[in-house]
């Protein structure tokens, strides 16, 4: 059996589930891939009006991991959104895998007993309304610039950014492939 003797209207609905995945795949890899370009254009000095560094200190006053995706692992799925200082206007997000919040888990972990006690700085950026965690230290321990946006943050988001494109021109073209392809016709042999 032929390859495009599938009807039309497979190729159509493959297609546009395949560019529906892509856009929502995209979804959540867009605010750490605007971080980073927010990151670096201003460090290449591109859009520096709309810079500034945000550095926050204080003591964690709420965290939550949403139940969706929590403990799955998959980058940029597994996040935790937390505020500090009971400031409800501001609420960051940590993007990060078990094995760095394992590392992490050494001097600082959202679900201990102690975690409103313990005083923490936090580089951030803003992206919409949320902060995107950049780095976190405390008194005890640090999660390095490196470790979470150059080695977690930079590498996932390429992966990820290709992947969306892979899958969204290849549901464009099987959308383009059902609209203009025209099944070839079978003669009927006379006897």
Known sequence: ???????????????????????????????????????????????????????????????????????????????????????????????ADDEILDRMAEWFDFSAENASEVPLEIYAVKVGDKYIVKSMASTEGELSWEELSVDYHFYWCFVGLGLVSLMFIGGLTLVLIGIFHKPRRRKLEEE
């Open 1 to 95: 059996m032929s390859f495009f003797r599938v009807r039309k209207v497979a190729f159509i609905n493959f297609g546009l589930l395949f560019m529906f995945l892509a856009c929502w795949l995209f979804w959540y890899i867009y605010p750490v891939a605007r971080s980073i370009t927010k990151e670096f254009s201003f460090e290449y000095g591109f859009a520096a009006a709309e810079w500034s560094d945000h550095v926050f200190y204080g003591k964690v006053s709420y965290a939550a991991i949403p139940s969706l995706f929590g403990g799955s692992n998959i980058p940029f799925f597994d996040k935790t959104f937390f505020q500090i200082n009971g400031d409800t206007g501001a609420t960051f997000v940590l993007y």
